[in-house]
């Protein structure tokens, strides 16, 4: 008797009747007996030939490991029941299930045996056991299973007698299975499947350090923080309590032993404590490839500023902003603080300024992102000037020089002597800046072995050097305008071929390593102020590329360019602003550098801000004012 009142009925071939079959709910072993099949024709007419094919599958799955129970595969479809009658699955279904309601099949005791969870795991998958049987007819009855000392397999494998003594119309109750051997721990089972849901982790919720380990191919889950990606690493299920990313914050979540162990003062390149090393490199830039924004723009000391920079710093036929904006001016304007300002207002909060130098009426500014800051070291900057008086400070250099993560950057702004025919003296300007632009001073040199002491340009992983560097096109003005209306939207070259500056680089006299991009767009000097027209004052200078980008890396393709192009929109100088965008390979480093830890003009950032609320406000005011005196009339 079990605990309910129940007896338990073992299995006994000689208590069944002929004539009847037996029937158990979770088995699916039916064994007819061919005389009584004969003689109980009119009653049940085929649901043994159904059975007779369940019981040969059962025989094939009876050969599997005790180890390795698996539910019962899904019924075939039967043939026409008694009358014809057609007896889907479903109606099946539902009598096995009315049928399971009725009879009891639970055991305290048996609440570890293997039956119950084949019978848990048949239901989750939708598989029942089927009689075979129409809904219509009385239940059958199938012997019960006898006290289980023996493998699985061999249970099975024994069949029942239909024509043995048949069982007392009771409820059956399982005896407990009794395996041979020891079943594996839940914990130690792949193919359980609660604990394939439990140990399932969230990609969000991945840690950097475990994925920068499985090498460049694998899939880095940390990515550019671009506002165009953030998008992406958002955990998008709100309810979730396993993911450990906040759902109110895109950052990556820091576990108390990183901040633990984590110093930032010493490491190596592949270390993994390092600030500047290859993990945290790959966590900002999984490419490796830094978007570096550099202008050149002769204001010819004009006081009054554009209105609006965004053609200058935002042209709108680019997809995302750069991570580094490096802004060089000649002869810039008197307030060299109001130009900063504008800037920053410009740029707006996404930038911070890292550091500024002048060398008179030469202005140079770096601004950065404020994400990246943290990864620049401090800055140094040298001036050099090219007049024969050195109180006069129109004409020299001003380079700024940094490193960010483990690649040295040099940015150089000049203006070289002015005149037609005086490309000698241009030369002797550059070999000047070149020898005595003290750089770098307390930086380490991140390749001293590529390095000479006479060329500062040598001594930096990338340079940039940019500004009015006065070489002329070799040709008449109207010569030179009759090629512009021929080229004019085209390829450059046949004016490119007269050009100054090409020629002596070709030469090797000057720029020795750089490159520059291609020029498809037309000379840059000489305007009239406000026009789109060359000069027509009594000079008639001729029009030239006086502007330039130029760039030099250590190893070879370290620099990509993207765009370069004039900003042909400003008119307030009679030189048109030069751009370039590039995308520059970056290098894990050595926490062997003096951090910037941050530094960046803080006053600067607010007055931008400040100025950039305030300009917003008044376009609004603007706005509701036009708003209003465009109304015809009004309902009181």
Known sequence: MSGHGDSIVPFNPTELRSGEPACKADITVLSVDPRTEKSNKEDIKKPYEAAKLLQDEHNKDAKLSPFQPRPPSLPKPMGLGMGGKNISFDEKMRGRRLRNSQESLTDPGETGSSTDSLKEDSLSNGQGLASGRPLDLPPI?????????????????????????????????????QPTGTYPSLENSAASTSLRTTNRIDRDCLDYSVVGRRGRGAERLQRNLSDSRLLDTMVSDNASVHSMKSTYSVLNPI???DVRNRSF????????????????????????????????????????????????????DTDFAQDIYVIGVQEGCPDRREWEIRLQETLGPYYVMLYAAAHGVLYLTVFVRRDLIWFCSEVEHATVTTRIISQIKTKGAVGIGFT?????????????????????????????????????????????????????????????????????????????????????????????????????????????????????????YKFDIGCDVYDTTTKQRTPSYTDRILYRNRQVDDIKVVKYMSCLSIKTSDHRPVIGMFQVKLRPGRDNIPLGAGQFDRSLYLEGIRRRITRELKKREAAMKNQNNSMVCTIS
């Open 404 to 524: 960010f993560f483990g690649t040295s950057f040099l940015f150089i702004t000049s203006h070289f002597t002015s005149g037609d025919s005086k490309v000698y003296e241009r030369i002797l300007d550059y070999n000047k800046i070149i020898e005595a632009l003290a750089l770098p001073r307390n930086l380490p040199d991140t390749n001293p072995y590529r390095s000479t002491t006479s060329d500062v340009t040598t001594r930096f992983d990338e340079v940039f050097w940019f500004g009015d560097f006065n070489f002329r096109l070799n040709k008449a003005r109207g010569e030179v305008e009759a090629i512009l209306n021929q080229v004019m939207g085209a390829d450059m070259s046949p004016l490119l071929q007269h050009d100054q500056l090409l020629k002596e680089m070709k030469k090797g006299s000057i720029f020795k390593g750089f490159q520059e991009a291609s020029i498809h767009f037309p000379p840059t």
């Open 255 to 257: 576990r108390p032993r």
């Open 265 to 316: 003062l010493e490491g190596s390149v592949l270390g993994n404590g390092a600030l500047l090393g290859a993990e945290e490199l790959d966590r900002y830039f999984p490419e490796r490839r830094l978007g570096v924004y550099v202008a050149t723009w002769n204001m010819q000391g004009e006081k009054g500023l554009p209105y609006n920079l965004d053609d200058l710093l935002l042209p709108t």
């Open 141 to 177: 009855e199938t012997p019960s299973f006898r006290i289980r000392t023996d493998s699985f397999s061999e249970t099975d494998n024994e069949h029942s007698d239909p024509n043995k003594e048949r069982l007392k119309p009771s409820r059956i109750i399982l005896s407990p299975l």
